[in-house]
Antibody, heavy 120, light 110 residues
Framework: QVQLVESGGGVVQPGRSLRLSCAAS????????MHWVRQAPGKGLEWVAV????????FYADSVKGRFTISRDNSKNTLYLEMNSLRAEDTAVYYC?????????????WGQGTLVTVSS | QSALTQPASVSGSPGQSITISCTGT?????????VSWYQQHPGKAPKVMIY???NRPSGVSNRFSGSKSGNTASLTISGLQAEDEADYYC??????????FGTGTKVTVL
């Protein structure tokens, strides 16, 4: 079955870096755009970034532009999010989600999420 | 990239219908038929309920329906059931090729 599994979360100090991974299985990963979405504790969903199926285009939320980098390795069926210059406000559960073919902004399915805590 | 505006909470009795609104601008909701809706139960990942304004993925109950008028999209849940109690988020594609979510609505079944 289609599955997305995030990893790499943890506690990190402000200003430091962290890389999240999202392992995909059960579908042809190289055919789908992929997103990262985050949710701060007790807050709503916030869209973070998208990468096209072949990595040719990447777009970011203003809140992370210049600090976060989305990438993918289609040979490993894995999506990444490199997070630099982390701030307390980046504390959140980070979800990866597949963009279904045919319509942008159709997130299905989602992973279970990985928690990133930015704290000294 | 301001969040789309949703009511903080909506409630209804079992069997009733409720509607959740999602208001954006001509650069997102009003400009594209790429609005989707997500249901999230506590501690769980979101699940898509509606995509492209009014399409239901296979496996989603036909009690869920979506529509759009101008810069406002809506999700209607008919025949409200206890299992529908959850948080609901709308999302839209934007003119910057990014995504944006709504502020979220907590649905309570009385």
């Amino acid at each position: 079955q289609v599955q997305l599994v995030e990893s790499g979360g943890g506690v990190v100090q402000p200003g430091r870096s962290l890389r999240l991974s999202c392992a995909a299985s059960g579908f042809t990963f190289s055919s789908y755009g992929m997103h990262w979405v985050r949710q701060a504790p007790g807050k709503g969903l916030e869209w973070v970034a998208v990468i096209w199926y072949d990595g040719s285009y990447k777009f970011y939320a203003d809140s992370v532009k210049g600090r976060f980098t989305i990438s993918r390795d289609n040979s490993k069926n894995t999506l990444y999010l490199e997070m630099n210059s982390l701030r307390a406000e980046d504390t959140a559960v980070y979800y990866c989600a597949r963009n279904n073919i045919g319509a942008p902004n159709w997130f299905d399915p989602w992973g279970q999420g990985t928690l990133v805590t930015v704290s000294s | 990239q301001s969040a789309l505006t949703q009511p903080a909470s909506v409630s209804g009795s079992p069997g009733q219908s409720i509607t959740i609104s999602c208001t954006g601008t001509s650069s997102d909701v009003g400009g594209y038929n790429y609005v989707s809706w997500y249901q999230q139960h506590p501690g769980k990942a979101p699940k898509v309920m509606i995509y492209e304004v009014s399409n239901r993925p296979s496996g989603v109950s036909n009690r869920f329906s979506g529509s759009k008028s101008g810069n406002t999209a809506s999700l209607t849940i008919s025949g409200l059931q206890a299992e529908d109690e959850a948080d609901y988020y709308c999302s839209s594609y934007t003119s910057s090729s990014t995504g944006v979510f709504g502020t979220g609505t907590k649905v309570t079944v009385l």
